[in-house]
């Protein structure tokens, strides 16, 4: 009963996603599937078969492991706004807060990969990550608070997959997605304000006077990815992944409090989301014995993220957003040196082109073109067992929001400044059998 009661706007919550997926990748998409691929920028992704996250980065490479293995870790993601505030009003009130920036607390992104060789063509493997998820928490007092304070979404994937490998230089894998969804996104609503028009008195706009209108709740979906690769010689591989689009049909309820029941009454909702299909490609080359150099480049159909449109029993429109999102790419290059028998050493850099545009940018997605750096390393005490580390730092081109809406029968506008970075810390544990 709680689910079909609560099944809601996964597309309004997921609009705030970027800041959780800050470590990595655009749009509302998270990089953090493998701490040993984080270490060179995941340039290898397609083609590096490292450990059992190659389940992710392409199931293909399941059949070029030697042995079963589980490999097991998160990353944790520190994010860090500065926010310059260019005023905000609601009519012709100005709107008073505060802008204390860094709206995401700290954030822990698990997963966990098993695969298992069956004989030397087929293997298996199962995987559970998250693809897509975020948390922003603006303070009470944010001056852009009506057009948004509060949004946490998760997103979390199961994923069988199996691999067939031709011979020494073609292999192909696939698996199928069982991905499930929980959002909550909480706005303000200026409740004396409105009551004041009303009633002919003119009362500016507080955070005392603030109600808030909150929706909530999950749904589930399925989706698929096949991948490939091809070794033309044995010191040269190279790795193609395509992940399906997923769509989502979430329908549930929206629920108004501390007065905002006249703005915005209590009713079922509903929406429709389609997530984007991606594309990677990459290679990776063994230089020496020692050394190996991997290159990659991502694409994500994101003009598929046009708007969010969340349709009420009651209202015909509870939320009308313009995205306008673009189909963007992500370029990597990255190395890892082979230090000592024990000890890995890896660092790549990735350039990340944001999908968001300047007319439509909004306080739940504030971001730009992405650089990010990263450092890692690999320690195997014991053959059966490998510890990884790694360290990101994102840095975002500064970037101006400038949002409008209508909040009941006034105009509101909210203009900042933007600059974000994040710094993502990463373990994981390999053992194989």
Avoid: C
């Amino acid at each position: 009963m709680q689910n079909k009661f609560n099944k809601i706007t996964l597309a309004v919550a997921i609009a705030a996603a970027a800041f959780a997926s800050q470590a990595n990748a655009g749009g509302y998409q998270i990089n953090e599937q493998s701490v040993s691929g984080q270490g060179y920028g995941h340039a290898g992704r397609s083609s590096n078969v490292n450990d059992a996250t190659i389940v992710f980065g392409n199931p293909a490479g399941m059949s070029f492991l030697d042995r079963a293995q589980v490999t097991a870790g998160g990353t944790y993601l520190n994010v860090n706004s500065d926010i310059e505030s260019r005023g905000s009003s609601l009519g012709p009130y100005p709107v008073d807060g505060s802008t204390e920036g860094d709206m995401v607390p700290g954030t822990f992104v698990p997963f966990a990969f098993y695969a298992h060789p069956i004989n030397e063509r087929l293997a298996f493997g199962f995987g559970v990550y998250a693809p897509f998820g975020a948390k922003t928490e603006y303070e009470s007092s944010f001056d852009g608070r009506y057009m948004g304070n509060y949004t946490e979404v998760t997103v979390m994937s199961a994923q069988p997959t199996l691999s067939f490998k031709f011979n020494e230089q073609w292999s192909v894998g696939a698996g199928i997605t069982y991905n499930r969804v929980d959002g909550e996104l909480a706005s303000k609503v200026p409740v004396s304000t409105l009551g004041g028009l009303m009633q002919g008195a003119n009362v500016p706009p507080s955070v005392e006077g603030d109600g808030e209108v909150r929706v909530e709740g999950d749904d589930e979906a399925w989706g698929y990815n096949i991948g490939i690769i091809y070794r033309p010689i044995p010191e040269t591989t190279l790795g193609l992944t395509y992940r399906s689009k997923v769509d989502y049909t979430l329908e549930g309820t929206s629920r108004s409090s501390g007065g905002a029941e006249a703005v915005r009454q209590n009713q079922d909702a509903k929406l429709d989301l389609t997530t984007p299909e991606t594309v990677n490609f990459s290679i990776t080359q063994q230089m020496t014995d020692r050394l190996k150099l991997m290159a990659g480049a991502s694409w994500a159909r994101w003009s598929r993220f046009d708007r969010i449109l969340v349709e009420g029993s009651i209202d015909s429109e509870i939320i009308n957003e313009q995205q306008n999102y673009s189909n963007a790419w992500a370029f990597s290059t990255g190395g890892e040196y082979q230090l000592t028998p024990q000890l890995a050493l890896r660092a790549g850099v990735t350039i990340d082109k944001t999908p968001t545009n300047d007319l439509t940018r909004s306080v739940r997605i504030p971001s730009d073109d992405r650089r990010i750096f990263s450092i890692g390393a690999g320690w195997t005490p014991i053959d059966n067992l490998t510890l990884d580390f790694a360290y990101s730092y994102l840095t975002e081109r500064g970037t101006q929001v400038n949002q409008s809406r209508d909040v009941g029968p006034l105009p509101a506008s909210y203009s900042a400044d933007y600059k974000n970075e994040a710094h993502g810390f990463g373990a994981q544990l390999t053992y194989r059998f």
